[in-house]
């Protein structure tokens, strides 16, 4: 396992797969009347945390580059990212909190690329665990692990002249949870993830030993609590015999420490307690936080988009769709950074958060309008329109419509969860509980 990812991202339609509404199915919304939304996560934007990635060190208030740069990345301009930590690298060779920052955006951009930041990384079932591995390039690969050794290379030697060197361990300990993402996102090499994970955790808790006030350390232990706490019990035992045992309430209190508390980690602590509450199905939590946060990073569409769903969590459709509608004109005036959103992305979600509230008939049309560009579609976008235009199909008593969108779904992407669960309306016609 890793340490932890350090964003919230994912982008995309409600409904990307069917596993949380499976896990929410019998439930019913009071306010609406209607069958719960999913209450994982439900596809479309993913807050995620997965068990994996890292913590980027903090960015010291005078590196102008460095702030820059993760200005950036927050706002999901990955390239230029990159190209302001390399510039912030020539500046400061030998800091290993500039390569970690550089080896981080390099994995971030693959994801985002590969549609990772968009896939249902964090749910009930574990799916991320069923997901294909990432392909970056092997120069790709190269060029990220060097970044890795060379900070973790510079920590070891601040290290050999002064073991309590706390901003060595802080780095070093990123290093190693920044391997244990490329172990487990690429290799899919669960023990050495965990192994480089347990590293990780080591050096934070060296930190917090040595600087009991310094709140930030505390935010990858108590992702990792939370995280371990969470997996199914064979993989859990990996934790254990890692050194990480789990408790998901005790990791919960620390994450609220940090992102109230913090100071370099705060931001990150109410990112990751976003994912947590939609995790727990507590969305209206996370709405004063996401709200927040895209007054600060206004070109991080993921963000909005993320905003909607929370809403439609929380029983707030009309709210939901509210915001769907600012991203749609926000895209429409080419507001910087909205350029990016597909409109089918857009027309998806819409279309999901209809089809739960039960107005069939716009959901319907927005779903056509997914599939109308399926050329370009995102393979789970695909599949999730083509599953939900099946299941409004039969429940507007269209059997044949309905079976033609299931094949559809099936054939678009047969690996995709929306495709597993159109497979089981072949024979058996939906009907909401």
């Known amino acids: 396992m890793a340490s932890t990812i350090r964003r919230v991202s994912g982008s ?37 945390i997965l068990a994996l990635a890292a913590l980027a060190g903090p960015v010291a208030a005078q590196d102008s580059l460095a702030v820059q740069a993760y200005n950036h990345f927050y706002n999901l301009e990955f390239d230029e990212a ?33 549609g990772a930041l968009e896939s249902e990384l964090v749910s009930g079932n574990n799916s991320f665990l069923r997901r294909p591995k990432l392909n ?16 973790m290379a510079l920590s070891e030697a601040r290290l050999r002249a002064n073991p309590n060197d706390v901003g060595a361990l802080y780095a070093e300990g990123i290093s190693y949870g920044l391997r244990s993402d490329y172990y487990w996102i690429v290799k899919k090499a669960w023990h050495d993830s965990l192994k480089d994970a347990n590293s990780a955790r080591r050096l934070h808790n060296r930190v917090s030993e040595l600087q009991p006030g310094n709140v930030d350390a505390r935010l990858v232990q108590g992702l990792h609590d939370y995280i371990v706490g969470s997996l199914p019990l064979g993989l859990r035992m990996l934790g254990f015999m890692a050194g990480i045992h789990g408790d998901k309430e005790k990791g919960i209190r620390e994450v609220q420490d940090v992102a109230q508390n913090g100071t ?42 993320e905003l909607a769903q929370m ?4 029983g707030d459709g009309p709210s939901a769709l509210s915001v769907l509608r600012e991203v749609a004109a926000l895209k429409t005036s080419h507001a910087p950074g909205y350029d990016r959103v597909p409109w089918e992305k857009i027309y998806l979600q819409q279309g999901t958060i209809q089809f739960w509230y039960r107005d069939l008939d716009a959901a319907l049309e927005n779903m056509k309008k997914v599939t109308a560009g399926d050329a370009e579609l995102d393979l789970n976008d695909g599949a999730s329109a083509y599953l939900r235009m099946g299941q409004i199909y039969d429940l507007t008593n269209r059997r044949r419509l309905a079976l033609e ?3 559809k779904a099936i054939a678009y992407a047969p690996d995709a969860d929306a495709a597993q669960e159109s497979k089981k309306y072949l024979s058996t016609p939906y009907r909401r509980m």
């Open 405 to 407: 969108a299931y094949r």
């Open 82 to 114: 990159i190209q302001g930590f390399q510039r912030a690298i020539v500046a400061d060779p030998k800091s290993p909190d500039l390569h970690n920052h550089l080896a981080e955006s390099i994995v971030f951009r693959e994801m985002f690329r590969d």
């Open 12 to 48: 995309g339609g409600e409904g990307q797969s069917e596993l949380a509404r499976r896990a929410g199915k019998g439930k019913k919304d009071k306010k609406a009347g209607q069958e719960a939304r999913p209450t994982g996560t439900m596809g479309g934007v993913r807050a995620f």
């Open 264 to 305: 370099d980690d705060r931001v990150d602590a109410q990112i990751f307690l976003c994912a947590l509450y939609r995790r727990e199905n507590q969305p209206r939590k996370a709405v004063p936080l996401i709200q927040d946060l895209i007054r600060r990073y206004p070109r991080n569409f993921l963000l909005r988009l």
């Open 311 to 314: 809403y439609s969590l929380a």
């Open 136 to 151: 970056p390039s092997p120069e790709t690969e190269k060029w990220l692990l060097d970044e890795v050794a060379r900070a």
